[in-house]
């Protein structure tokens, strides 16, 4: 089973929409992120948060918002969807930053806004 | 300003020659360098990472270089076959600086095809 799991994969909704993509991850880690990904633009981070009272805007927060249920879940929303907001969207997860400080990424969801 | 650039969209070698991907970074207070692995349809996975009190670290076919003075990593790999044609993500963090620790500054990614 995978470690860091999305929902749902594809979504396809309508400008004016809210939309909910959620997170779970089975890794134990405290912190969990949210990025989109944009042809040519690289990953960008979204939201970020370390424990489950712990939220952080990123790079690109505005029209979204978080929820971090508990420690393995991260959801991220879209309250009224725009089609700009058409990507692909990975969460991540990582441990506290030590020697090493990998993220684990989840196999990311695809969405479109018409 | 980007702190993390990839500057080669796209590169194409020959399977079995050497592919080298480059990554430049601005902020003198990265310590921390990785990079990543993309397929189609799939996450970012982790490839290999190198700390800045090092200038070398090799896995197998796949070695990444790190040259302070000139904030400047790159990834090899020899050699290169096929299954390696993906994006790949440079990517930076400053592990114990300020209260974004720990977090990962991404360039924008290099598409490497490796043709047979």
């Known amino acids: 089973d995978a470690d860091v799991t999305q929902t749902p994969r594809n979504r396809i909704t309508k400008t004016g929409k809210r939309i909910m993509l959620e997170c779970s991850q089975t890794k134990g880690h405290d912190r969990m992120y949210w990025y989109r990904q944009d042809p040519g633009l690289g990953l960008r981070l979204i939201y970020y948060s370390f424990d489950v009272k712990d939220i952080n805007k990123g790079e690109i927060s505005d029209g979204y918002s978080v929820s971090r249920q508990a420690q393995a879940k991260f959801s991220l929303s879209l309250e009224s969807a725009i089609p700009n907001q058409t990507a692909l969207y990975f969460c991540?997860?990582?441990?506290?930053?030590?020697?090493?400080?990998?993220?684990?990424f989840g196999p990311g969801t695809r969405l479109t806004v018409l | 300003d980007q702190q993390v650039k990839q500057n080669s969209p796209s590169l194409s070698v020959q399977e079995g020659r050497i592919s080298i991907l480059n990554c430049d970074y601005t902020?003198?207070?990265?310590?921390?360098f990785l990079w990543y692995k993309k397929y189609p349809a799939e996450g970012p996975t982790f490839l290999i990472s190198i700390s800045s009190i090092k200038d070398k670290n090799e896995d197998g076919r796949f070695t990444v270089f790190l040259n302070k003075s000139a904030k400047h990593l790159s990834l090899h790999i020899v050699p290169s076959q096929p299954g390696d044609s993906a994006v790949y993500f440079c990517?930076?963090?400053?592990?114990?600086?300020?209260?974004?620790?720990?977090?990962?500054?991404f360039g924008k990614g290099t598409k490497l095809s490796v043709k047979p």
């Open positions: 990517a930076a963090s400053a592990r114990g600086y300020g209260g974004s620790q720990g977090n990962l500054i």
């Open positions: 902020n003198s207070m990265f310590d921390y």
């Open positions: 991540a997860t990582s441990d506290l930053p030590g020697l090493y400080n990998e993220q684990f």
